[in-house]
């Protein structure tokens, strides 16, 4: 019965302690893998902490793209709009270019219609008075403008505001030619030399002028031009055309010029209104 008892403690004993070393496996079993979950935690929660600060990253640089984004719309926008301005700016400086070009164009225009006139008033001029000498009148155009200029010997005696009948022939033709031609604007100017007058005259002044009225009252009163294209002045001995130092430059100094030109209204418009659409 003894031996028997001893056998069964025996298998208990034999029992107990192969339970506990199983006991015993599992329970490092468990703690190996707790640890190892334990460890493969942390390193999830350290790559979780960087895809989180990745993330932030991301946002971050998402953030500044988009203010980019933002600032370049802004840039784009103020950009268009400049542009829109310059095209404006543009289309409005060559409208005004384009203008600027027709008036000119026009102002050409009338300035060969000018010249072509004076051209044409010079020829008549020449064919009204071809049966005078060189040395009594020459006609000329200067600064779009002729000249005909008459010489004492042909219209006054020395020193004197009376006209001499030839010089009333010549007057005559060339108002023939100033009637038939209304257009036409005169301006009559005396010219003296330096020597002082001894006359009724008070000086050269005076005698200029004197003679310069003679042909304007013989062209208006005797020849019916129109007075209102008339003008006379007299410049004494300051506008000389050659030395007053000889005899043949002070007689080429003594002198009646009739300046005629065409009429310039038209030109004269255009200029004032280019004038004042440039202010």
């Known amino acids: 019965m003894n031996r028997n008892l001893h056998l069964g403690l025996s298998i208990v004993a034999s029992f107990l302690l192969l339970t506990s070393c199983v006991s015993s496996k599992k329970f490092k079993a468990s703690q190996s893998a707790l640890e190892s979950a334990r ?5 999830l929660a350290g790559k979780v902490a960087d895809q989180e ?8 640089q998402i953030g500044d793209l988009n203010k980019k984004v933002e600032d370049l719309a802004s840039q784009t926008g103020r950009l268009s709009s400049d542009v829109a301005n310059k095209n404006s700016q543009l289309g409005k400086s060559r409208e005004e270019l384009a203008e600027q070009q027709r008036k000119l164009e026009q102002l050409q225009a009338l300035m060969d219609q000018q010249k072509r006139a004076t051209q044409e008033i010079r020829k008549k001029m020449s064919d009204a008075l071809v049966g005078f000498k060189s040395s009594e009148l020459t006609v000329s155009v200067k600064n779009g403008k002729v000249y005909v200029s ?10 004197s505001a009376v006209v001499n ?7 005559g033709k060339l108002a023939e030619v100033l009637n038939n031609n209304p257009d036409i604007t005169v301006n009559i100017e005396g010219h003296t030399d330096t020597v002082p007058i001894r006359t009724r005259f008070r000086d050269n002044w005076d005698l200029s002028t004197a003679r310069a009225n003679a042909i304007v009252r013989i062209l208006t009163k005797d020849y019916k031009v129109d007075p209102v294209r008339v003008e006379a002045s007299g410049h004494s001995q300051y506008d000389p055309v050659s030395t007053n130092s000889t005899p043949e430059g002070r007689a080429l100094n003594r002198r009646t010029e009739i300046i005629l030109s065409p009429r310039l209204d038209e030109l004269y418009r255009l200029l004032e209104t280019g004038s004042t659409s440039d202010n």
């Open 165 to 171: 009948p030839k010089g009333k022939e010549a007057l």
């Open 53 to 60: 600060a990745a993330i932030g990253q991301l946002k971050q």
């Open 150 to 159: 008459l010489q004492e010997n042909l219209l006054f005696p020395s020193g």
């Open 39 to 43: 460890n493969d935690s942390a390193r």
